[in-house]
């Protein structure tokens, strides 16, 4: 089995800063791409960045210059730097790693998530 694990979450005033991170664990043979959802209170998951496995980046238009992705591939572990933090950033974030256990399958997985609130 695989595992995502996520760490940083908190409690931040708005204009503060927070680094997630999320480690990835378990039976892998590589990981393809890798990447942030989050989900506020009454909405649904939405796409913050993603990264692929040669480090090409992806981000949502709410987080362009604020929120920078990155990866260790000799950890399997993927971060989310976020800036300039607003309340709107306030949500459950997801790490989402697409992992091939095998040669010819590969497999998306989620981690439990991590609770970002920001404060006016």
């Known amino acids: 089995q695989v595992q995502l694990v996520e760490s940083g979450g908190g409690l931040v005033q708005a204009g503060g800063s927070l680094r997630l991170s999320c480690a990835a664990s378990?039976?892998?043979?590589?990981?393809?791409?890798m990447g942030w959802f989050r989900q506020a209170p009454g909405k649904q998951r939405e796409l913050v960045a993603t990264?692929?496995?040669?480090?090409?980046?992806n981000y949502a238009d709410s987080v362009k210059g604020r929120f920078t992705i990155s990866r260790d591939n000799t950890k399997d572990t993927v971060y989310l730097q976020m800036n300039s933090l607003k309340p709107e950033d306030t949500a459950v974030y997801y790490c989402?790693?697409?992992?091939?256990?095998?040669?010819?399958?590969?497999?998306?997985?989620w981690g439990q998530g991590t609770q970002v609130t920001v404060s006016s």
């Open positions: 989402n790693a697409d992992v091939q256990r095998t040669l010819i399958a590969s497999r998306n997985y």
């Open positions: 378990g039976n892998i043979l590589k990981i393809n791409s």
């Open positions: 990264i692929s496995s040669g480090s090409a980046t």
